[in-house]
C-alpha cells in the first residue's frame, strides 16, 4: 500500500539534507556543465524556496542583479545570510514590487544555501558572464518556470528513497512532494 492519496508533502530538513547528498554525488560525477547546472539549479531552488518559506512560481522571481547587489555585504555581515531579491507580483499583491528576503547562511540543521547558491552564482557570473536578469533563466534569458525543475526533483527524491534508508518511507509516493506550493 503507497501513500498517494496526500498532495504537496512537507518538506524536512532531513529529506532536504538526504537530497543534497544524492545531489552532490551526480554532481561531482556530472559529464556535462548542463548537468552540473541542472543540479545547481534544483537544490538553490529548493533550499531558497524552504528557508524562505515561498511557494514555487515566487522562487522564479529572483532577480540575478539584485542577488549580486547584496551577495558580498550579506555573506561578510554580523549575521551572515543571503539576500533574496525578488521582483513582481508576490503573494496576491498588485503591481510590480521588489521584495528583499533573508536566507540564513547557515542553520541549525546545516541545510548548505551557501554551497549551492554560490556553485549557481559563480555559474552565471564567471562561465556565462550574466550579471542581470531572472536567476532562473532559459538559454534565452526569459525567467525558466517552476515546472521545468519538478521531473528533475521527483528523480532525485525517488533515489533519496530508494538509497538512503528511513528518510522517505517506501510507502510514500515521491510524486506528492512538489514545488508547485510551499515545501513545509
Known sequence: MTISDQEDLP?????????????????????????????????SFVLMEFCGDLRGEEVTLL?????????DDALESSHPHIMLTLH????????????????PAKTKSALPNVKWIARA??????????????FFADEEGKRRKMGYYEPMLQDHLLSVQENMEGVIPSAVDVEGFSLWRNLR
Open 121 to 134: 552564482v559563480h555559474r552565471r557570473v564567471n562561465l556565462q558572464r550574466r550579471h542581470k536578469g531572472w
Open 11 to 43: 518538506f524536512t530538513s532531513p529529506i532536504v539534507l538526504a537530497l543534497d547528498k544524492v545531489c552532490e554525488i551526480k554532481w561531482r560525477w556530472a559529464v556535462s556543465e548542463d548537468e552540473k547546472q541542472d543540479l545547481e539549479d534544483l537544490m
Open 88 to 103: 513582481g507580483r508576490f503573494k496576491g499583491e498588485t503591481g510590480l514590487r521588489w521584495h528583499c528576503i533573508p536566507i
Open 63 to 71: 532577480s540575478l542583479g539584485g542577488l549580486l547587489t547584496f551577495w
